[in-house]
Antibody, heavy 120, light 106 residues
Framework: EEQLLESGGGLVQPGGSLRLSCAAS????????MSWVRQAPGRGLEWVSV????????HYADSVKGRFTISRDNSKNTLYLQMDSLRAEDTAMYYC?????????????WGLGTMVTVSS | DIQLTQSPSFLSASVGDRVSITCRAS??????LAWYQQKPGKAPKVLIY???TLQSGVPSRFSGSGSGTEFTLTVSNLQPEDFATYYC?????????FGGGTTVEI
């Protein structure tokens, strides 16, 4: 069964750091681009970052650029999100998602999410 | 950055109804648009990609149309399990963005 499982969320103080992990199973992880999406409590979805598959290129939302770093370890089938200089507005459920390898794309597999709370 | 505007934000409907949700892009995005369904406490689930292609396993009562700047998600014969929040997303260029969401409620 294809599956994504996030971990690493928790409570952190403003200005602190956290690293999220997303463990993939049941599919050839290295061939897919992978992304992070977040959702603040009671709010809509916000795209955060993407790491390409073969291209290994990365892109970020303006709201996290310079503070968050996406990476992956294909030998461990794991996607990461290093979050530094955290702010209260980063409080959200963080989902990892697989990018469908079609010409037009879509996020076709999602994890259950991990909650990040930034508060003093 | 490309902005996506969904309308309406809330939609009241009944079982058996046909409902439509519109997503407008601030610039042309060809057919690089996906639709997702999200239920409370759950991760989103893709319904439609490429503006009109039904994701495998999604019931045929869901359909998508449009290209360029205006897109529509239609649910025919609304079922109890369809009461949820729906989001559009463009995949035309970075940064990717989602629409604000449409909650379909009884």
């Amino acid at each position: 069964e294809e599956q994504l499982l996030e971990s690493g969320g928790g409570l952190v103080q403003p200005g602190g750091s956290l690293r999220l992990s997303c463990a993939a199973s049941g599919f050839n992880f290295r061939t897919y681009a992978m992304s992070w999406v977040r959702q603040a409590p009671g709010r809509g979805l916000e795209w955060v970052s993407v790491f390409g598959g073969k291209s290994e290129t990365t892109h970020y939302a303006d709201s996290v650029k310079g503070r968050f770093t996406i990476s992956r370890d294909n030998s461990k089938n794991t996607l990461y999100l290093q979050m530094d200089s955290l702010r209260a507005e980063d409080t959200a459920m963080y989902y990892c998602a697989r990018v469908q390898p079609t010409a037009v794309g879509a996020f076709d597999l999602w994890g259950l999410g991990t909650m990040v709370t930034v508060s003093s | 950055d490309i902005q996506l505007t969904q309308s309406p934000s809330f939609l009241s409907a009944s079982v058996g109804d046909r409902v439509s949700i519109t997503c407008r892009a601030s610039q042309g995005i060809s057919r690089y648009l996906a639709w997702y369904q999200q239920k409370p406490g759950k991760a989103p689930k893709v319904l439609i990609y490429g503006a009109s292609t039904l994701q495998s396993g999604v019931p045929s009562r869901f359909s998508g149309s449009g290209s360029g700047t205006e897109f529509t998600l239609t649910v025919s014969n609304l079922q109890p399990e369809d009461f949820a929040t729906y989001y559009c997303q463009h995949l035309y260029s970075y940064p990717l963005t989602f629409g604000g969401g449409t909650t379909v409620e009884i």
